[in-house]
């Protein structure tokens, strides 16, 4: 299955900052979905925004996806060392979670 | 949320041997299940799809005999990694779908370091 592109590859920004992640897509979706991963670890849900949506928030977490472009992009406000992480859009074209992942972005932030 | 478990998180084993990671959703039934393999530093690619009572449906490049999936109950799918070798080292990782509940986040397991040597 053919990944979507993530830019960029990595981030360094400093805390307090704002982080912005894009992710390009190549075929039509139900949903897209943005996932956490820490240093090998398990993946963490963020948010899921379907495909007749064009923003959603949680928390210091804004998404927007625009199915035209077949883009999204993930911004984290007011950034904190603990965001430090990879990032991962991955899409859903069935509806059923079956997902496609991006190539991720690595975020560092550094207090 | 619900709550899927993996099993183990690590294992190590020598080339040559099988390697079986266990996959359970522990509050609701999953008839379907994802598997995905990550290389270090790497995305997350698709595997296979695993049907409770069917074959899994493997995507194009994943050996099938090499990766034998089971999903002989609702609650639980296995993925065997047969006669391992150091290339197969690798983060295993599942998730279990709702089938019934459409456009929802996907519930994935804790993940399986793989180490062959």
């Known amino acids: 299955s053919q990944q979507g592109e993530e830019d960029p590859q990595a981030l360094s920004i400093q805390e307090g900052e704002n982080a912005t992640m894009n992710c390009s897509y190549k075929?039509?979706?139900?949903?897209l979905q943005w996932y956490r991963q820490n240093s090998g670890r398990g993946l963490v849900h963020l948010i899921l925004?379907?495909?007749?949506?064009r923003e959603k928030h949680s928390g210091r977490l804004r998404v927007t996806l625009d199915t035209s472009k077949k883009s999204s992009s993930l911004l984290i406000t007011a950034s904190r060392a603990a965001d430090t992480a990879s990032y991962f859009c991955a899409t859903d074209d069935t509806g059923f979670q079956k997902l496609v992942f991006g190539t991720g972005t690595r975020l560092l932030v550094s207090p | 949320g619900a709550v899927v478990s993996q099993h183990p998180s690590r294992v190590i084993c020598k080339s040559g041997t099988s390697v079986k990671i266990e996959c359970r959703s522990l509050d609701f039934q999953a008839t379907t299940m994802f598997w995905y393999r990550q290389f270090p530093k790497k995305s997350l690619m698709l595997m296979a799809t695993s049907n409770e009572g069917s074959k899994a449906t493997y995507e194009q490049g994943v050996e099938k005999d090499k990766f034998l999936i089971n999903h002989a109950s609702l609650t639980l799918s296995t993925l065997t990694v047969t006669s391992a070798h150091p290339e197969d080292s690798s983060f295993y990782i599942c998730?279990?779908?709702?089938?019934?509940?459409?456009?929802?986040?996907?519930?994935f397991g804790q993940g399986t370091r793989l180490t062959v040597v």
């Open positions: 925004i379907r495909s007749n949506e």
């Open positions: 075929t039509s979706i139900n949903n």
């Open positions: 998730s279990a779908s709702r089938d019934t509940t459409l456009n929802t986040e996907a519930f």
